[in-house]
């Protein structure tokens, strides 16, 4: 048999370990993107249930839940849409936490502070904005009605001035208030008929006092007179 040379062998042993190399090189290529695909596959895995169990938590209203999980989404994927939810799950925690607030407010009768609560309940907050909205027309009746009962009280002791200031408490929430309009406007007259009153009494008391004091001098002055001479009569007696 005829050997090979030594020089053919060693071409031979080089092509061989080229081919060997390039098929390593493809089976790394292959591994990498197979690890690449794998790991995608697995991140839109955990990115979508992550998804799924906020949506649940959003249904069932636990919103601090909620926005873990769509922290946790955001580790497996970047995605601008879940940081929007992410902002408005924390507008929506804050609503119900305004609107349970604003009920127990007016379960204890502070209808400001309900009134003030109720406001602050989200437009996208949907399962409880428009019931906000007719509790905040509920509890400013209620507290306007407090407040002009508390100013009738005050007018009757004629505080017309305390009266103005409740009322006006009225017209800074709502400047258009027909009937706080109609009792400022009232209790206005009032006030000014009182002062006009208390001057003219004032005008009287001072005549008064001025007229007792002339009369007093007056007084006084016959007193005198009357001692001067009742003394004169005296010394003429006694000469």
Known sequence: MEEIPIENKRILIIKKYKWVGIIGIILIIISIIG???????????????SISEAQKNIKEEKFSEAIKDYQTALTYKSDSSVNSKIKLCNELQSSLKEFSNGTELQNKKDYLGAYNAFKSVSPKDVKRFIIAKGKINECFNLYSSDVFLQAKDLA??????GAIDDVNLVLNIDANDEKAKELSAQYQASLQKKIEDD???EV????KEDELAAKKKIDDARGLLKGVSLYTRSEEHTS
């Open 204 to 207: 009287e008391k001072q005549k």
């Open 156 to 161: 009757i002791k004629l505080d017309y001035q």
């Open 199 to 201: 001057k003219r009494a």
């Open 35 to 49: 690890i690449t695909k794998y790991q995608q596959y697995s991140n839109n895995k955990n990115y979508n249930l």
